[in-house]
Antibody, heavy 121, light 108 residues
Framework: QVQLVQSGAEVKKPGSSVKVSCKASGGTFSSYAINWVRQAPGQGLEWMGGIIPMFGTAKYAQRFQGRVTIIADESTSTAYMELSSLISEDTAVYYC??????????????WGQGTLVTVSS | DIQMTQSPSSLSASVGDRVTITCRASQSISSYLNWYQQKPGKAPKLLIYAASTLQSGVPSRFSGSGSGTDFTLTISSLQPEDLATYYCQQSYSTPPVTFGGGTKVEIK
């Protein structure tokens, strides 16, 4: 059974950076894309970007370009998402999710438990 | 970017009712449409992929239909445990992956 376990909650100051980890177990880490999706309090789901570990190149949503970095460490089956220049509006729960390819695109079949990042002075 | 619009944004129904949620894409996405259920305080859970294929372990009262721009998620007989927010998501044209705004389902 695939499991994605994320790092714990963080409290950050405006202007700082946060790095969230997502450790996978129970599956083949390298060949599935790991994506990051965030959810601000009371709001919907927002895709930030993703990476296929075996290829190592990440893709990002335009609105986060230049502020987000997603990497994957195949040796530890862990993906990381770093968000810099934090502002209060970045306060959200951040999820990692595995992308599964189907005959009609891909879907997110396994999710981490979420990491609450609070940005406050 | 492809915009996904869900309606209604919220609904209230009784146990046993048939519930229908719609999702409209800003352009044709063939059948590249997935549905998720998110219970309060929990991570989203995949319900349906490729517009109509039920994810393993999901109760058969959930079903999906549609193609092109218009899609529907149906709960044939609403149960108390179906209290949740439901999201559609397209994977036709990425990046970016885009989600609908969500439909909150409440039990009367």
């Amino acid at each position: 059974q695939v499991q994605l376990v994320q790092s714990g909650a963080e409290v950050k100051k405006p202007g700082s950076s946060v790095k969230v980890s997502c450790k996978a177990s129970g599956g083949t880490f390298s060949s599935y894309a790991i994506n990051w999706v965030r959810q601000a309090p009371g709001q919907g789901l927002e895709w930030m970007g993703g990476i296929i570990p075996m290829f190592g190149t990440a893709k990002y949503a335009q609105r986060f370009q230049g502020r987000v970095t997603i990497i994957a460490d195949e040796s530890t089956s862990t993906a990381y998402m770093e968000l810099s220049s934090l502002i209060s509006e970045d306060t959200a729960v951040y999820y990692c999710a595995r992308a599964f390819s189907t005959y009609s695109g891909s879907c997110f079949d396994y999710w981490g438990q979420g990491t609450l990042v609070t940005v406050s002075s | 970017d492809i915009q996904m619009t869900q309606s209604p944004s919220s609904l209230s129904a009784s146990v046993g009712d048939r519930v229908t949620i719609t999702c409209r894409a800003s352009q044709s996405i063939s059948s590249y449409l997935n549905w998720y259920q998110q219970k309060p305080g929990k991570a989203p859970k995949l319900l349906i992929y490729a517009a109509s294929t039920l994810q393993s372990g999901v109760p058969s009262r959930f079903s999906g239909s549609g193609s092109g721009t218009d899609f529907t998620l149906t709960i044939s007989s609403l149960q108390p445990e179906d209290l949740a927010t439901y999201y559609c998501q397209q994977s036709y044209s990425t990046p970016p992956v885009t989600f609908g705004g969500g439909t909150k389902v409440e039990i009367k």
